[in-house]
C-alpha cells in the first residue's frame, strides 16, 4: 500500500488564523498578524536518508530535504526551481557548499555563488519558489519584494529577482554601514524591476522601516487597488529559510563521504550571525533528525543574542557598534521568534514577548525556557580586535584566508571548545568572501590599506589567497552605478510608492527623499 503524502500547513508565529500551503506562504512573506510562517509539523529523517545523500549533488540533495517542508509543490516544479537556481555555471563550484578541512577544524564555505555571501544559497532559490508559487496559485497581482540589508542580503536578492517576471524588488541599506565592495554590488545592479536606497540611519532603522510599511494596512489596501502586493526577500520569508537547511546536510553527508565522522555522530556547527537565521536552519535540521550536538551562536559587539542566550532577557537599548563583520550589525533578530515559537510551543506568549520588545525594546522569557533553549545553544561574542587577531592566526598557522564574519565564528568556536572542552567535531559556517570585505582582511594581515582604492586590495589580497578573485567583484572595476537613491527612515514608505508605481519597464532613478 502506498503511503500517502504528507501535506505540510504553515500558520503565523502569533496566532492559527489562517493556515497557508508553502506556497502561499512564500508568496505572502509575513503572517497578517505580524508573525512568521512557521510548519505546523516538523518532517523527520532518519540515519539511512542521510546516508543517501552522500552520493549526490547538492541540487539532487536540495530536492530532496526541500521535498519535506515544500509539500504543495510537485517534484518536477522543485527540480526546475532547484536547477534555475544553483545550475548553469552560477557558482564557481561544483559542490556548491564545499567543506574544507582547516586545522582541526571544517569549514563550511557557502559564498561561492554570484554575489560571494552565504546569503546566495538561499537567495538564488527563493525567486524561483516564488515565481512557481504564482503561477501555482494563479495569482494575477505583481509582488513588490522589500528588502532591509545590513550588507549581503541586498545583493543576493537583487542579482536573484533580477527580471523575474511578475516581481519586483526594492532594498535599503544603511547609509555608510556596509562595505564598499558590498554598496558597489548593490549600486551597479542591473535589471529593469530594481532599484536601491540608502537610509539615513543603522540597518534595526531600514529593517524597523520595512516592518513598518508591512504592517500599515491602509498603504497596503493603496497598493493593492494598484495591483501589487508585497512580500519579502529576508529572512522572515520562509522561502528564504527552507534553502538554508539543505546546506547542513550537505555538510554532514560530505563529512561523512570524507571519513571525518561514523553515521550517526553528533557534530558542532558555530555560526555567525546577527538576525539568527542561519543558524535558526541548524536548529530546524537538527529537529528533523540531523546529529546535531551543539550550535554555537556568534556575535560580534552588537552581542544582544549572547546576553539574550546567557540570560534570557532580550533587549535591544543598548549601543549599536558599526564593525568590521558589518552583516552581524543588528540589534533585533528577527528570526529568533521562530525559535521562541517551536521552543516555549505557546503563541499567546510569542506575541507578548514581541509586543513587548517593540513597546519595551525588552522582553524576559524565564528561566524554565532558557534552559530548554540552552540544551541546543551556546553563545559568546569577539570583538573588533580579537576578530582580526584571528585572521591572522588563521592564515598563519594554516594558510586560510577568513572573513571577518567566519573568523568571528572561528574564534567563538575556540573560546565554545576552551570554555566546555567539547570534542565534537566543529564545523564553522564561513559566511562570506575575504574579497568583499579586503580591507579588513588585509589590515589583519599587517597590509597597508589606507588611500588604497578597493580594486588595488582586490589584488593585494590575491597576492596572499589561494582562491581567485570571485567574477562578481571583479567586474565591479568597470560597472556603472545605477542608484543614487537616498531616504529618511520616515520617508522610507514614500519611497516604495514612488517605485512601485513607476513604469514597470524602466524606472527612472528614484530622487533623495530625506
Not at 549581503?152 to 533580477?162: I, N, P, S, V, W
Amino acid at each position: 500500500m502506498k503511503k500517502e503524502a504528507i501535506v505540510l500547513k504553515y500558520s503565523s508565529t502569533r496566532e492559527n488564523a489562517e493556515q497557508l500551503d508553502s506556497a502561499q506562504a512564500i508568496i505572502r512573506g509575513l503572517a497578517a498578524d505580524g508573525g512568521l510562517f512557521v510548519p505546523d509539523a516538523m518532517p523527520k529523517v532518519d540515519m539511512a536518508f542521510i546516508e543517501g545523500l552522500k552520493t549526490l549533488s547538492y541540487e539532487e540533495r536540495a530536492e530532496k530535504v526541500l521535498g519535506l517542508f515544500l509539500t504543495d509543490y510537485t517534484a518536477e516544479e522543485l527540480s526546475g526551481c532547484v536547477t534555475r537556481a544553483y545550475g548553469s555555471g552560477r557558482f564557481d563550484t561544483a559542490k556548491r557548499a564545499p567543506v574544507k578541512a582547516v586545522g582541526d577544524k571544517s569549514v563550511l564555505e557557502l559564498w561561492h555563488g554570484p554575489t560571494s555571501a552565504f546569503k546566495d544559497m538561499a537567495l538564488q532559490l527563493l525567486p524561483q519558489l516564488m515565481s512557481t508559487a504564482l503561477k501555482k496559485t494563479g495569482e494575477k497581482d505583481e509582488v513588490l519584494i522589500l528588502v532591509a540589508t545590513s550588507g549581503d542580503t541586498g545583493k543576493a536578492a537583487l542579482e536573484g529577482f533580477r527580471d523575474v517576471p511578475q516581481i519586483r524588488i526594492m532594498v535599503f541599506y544603511p547609509q555608510g554601514g556596509v562595505s564598499r565592495i558590498q554598496q558597489l554590488q548593490m549600486l551597479t545592479q542591473e535589471g529593469k524591476n530594481v532599484n536601491v536606497m540608502a537610509v539615513t540611519g543603522n540597518f534595526d532603522d531600514a529593517q524597523s522601516g520595512v516592518k513598518k510599511i508591512f504592517g500599515d494596512k491602509a498603504f497596503n489596501e493603496a497598493l493593492a487597488e494598484k495591483g501589487i502586493r508585497l512580500s519579502s526577500a529576508n529572512s522572515i520569508n520562509w522561502g528564504r529559510l527552507v534553502p538554508q537547511i539543505v546546506y547542513y546536510f550537505s555538510a554532514y553527508a560530505d563529512l561523512l563521504s570524507a571519513g571525518t565522522i561514523e553515521p550517526g555522530e553528533a557534530i558542532d556547527f558555530t555560526v555567525p550571525t546577527g538576525n539568527f537565521g542561519d543558524i535558526l536552519a541548524g536548529f530546524y535540521a537538527k529537529c528533523m533528525g540531523l546529529p546535531v550536538h551543539k550550535l554555537i551562536c556568534a556575535s560580534n559587539a552588537n552581542n544582544v543574542l549572547t546576553d539574550f542566550l546567557r540570560t534570557g532577557v532580550y533587549d535591544r537599548q543598548r549601543d549599536f557598534f558599526k564593525t568590521i563583520s558589518p552583516s552581524m550589525d543588528i540589534l533585533i533578530s528577527s528570526n529568533l521568534e521562530r525559535l521562541l515559537y517551536h521552543m516555549a510551543e505557546d503563541k499567546a506568549k510569542v506575541a507578548s514577548w514581541m509586543q513587548q520588545l517593540q513597546q519595551e525594546g525588552r522582553y524576559d522569557i524565564g528561566s524554565e525556557l532558557l534552559a530548554k533553549i540552552q540544551q541546543t545553544f551556546w553563545a559568546d561574542w569577539t570583538a573588533d580586535a580579537d576578530t582580526e587577531a584571528c585572521i591572522a592566526d588563521v592564515y598563519e598557522k594554516d594558510h586560510y584566508v577568513a572573513d571577518p564574519h567566519t573568523a568571528v565564528a572561528w574564534s567563538v568556536a575556540e573560546k565554545y571548545q576552551q570554555a566546555t572542552g567539547d570534542a565534537h567535531h566543529m564545523v564553522v559556517v564561513s559566511t562570506a568572501s575575504p574579497y568583499k570585505f579586503n580591507g579588513s582582511v588585509l589590515d589583519a594581515l599587517g597590509v597597508k590599506t589606507a588611500g588604497v582604492d578597493e580594486f588595488t586590495l582586490l589584488d593585494e589580497l590575491q597576492a596572499k589567497n589561494s582562491d581567485p578573485i570571485p567574477e562578481g567583484l571583479a567586474s565591479l572595476r568597470c560597472k556603472e552605478v545605477r542608484h543614487d537613491g537616498v531616504c529618511a527612515p520616515a520617508s522610507m514608505e514614500e519611497a516604495v510608492m514612488a517605485f512601485a508605481t513607476a513604469d514597470s519597464v524602466n524606472y527612472p532613478r528614484l530622487k533623495s527623499r530625506a
